[in-house]
């Protein structure tokens, strides 16, 4: 599964960055609104792992608004410590499809990939399939 990950707080990213990757998953990085147009424009992701607050002008509800807009359903999580319903409700309008207030436990972002963006619920590394719904190695 290939994810993007849009946040600009470095540590929490190169963090998060290995985390996800430690799980299988391959990461891209983008750290502010442009990196994630221009990844975006150039490759395509099975899902979109946003921060809202970014430096510069836009923030990550504007971002996935743009996507959106220009017909991108990709599905996105945003991670953020704007924790009030409004902000929750601007989130979900611009068609998110989760909201993960900060600070989160990791592997609660793991699990909620797992469980609901993997499209065939299998982790592939090398020759190995496991298969986390029944927890089970496949292969």
């Known amino acids: ?46 899902l979109y792992i946003f921060d809202v607050n970014l430096f510069g002008e836009e923030s990550g509800f504007d971002v996935l ?32 499809d989760d909201y993960i207030k900060k600070p989160f436990d990791p592997e609660e972002l793991v699990l909620r990939i797992k469980s609901r963006y993997l499209v065939d619920n299998l982790l592939h590394y090398k020759d190995i399939e496991y298969d986390p719904i029944i927890n089970m190695y496949l292969k």
Do not use: C, Q, W
């Open 65 to 96: 608004k743009a996507l959106r807009d220009s017909g991108d359903k990709t599905p996105t999580i945003y991670i953020t410590a704007l924790t009030n319903i409004g902000s929750m409700t601007k989130g979900f309008n611009a068609r998110a």
């Open 1 to 46: 599964m290939k994810i993007l990950l849009l946040e600009n707080d470095k540590t929490l990213h190169n963090s998060l960055k290995a985390y996800l990757e430690m799980e299988a998953f391959d990461v891209e990085s983008a750290f502010d609104a442009h990196e994630a147009y221009e990844l975006t424009y150039n490759s395509t992701f099975d």
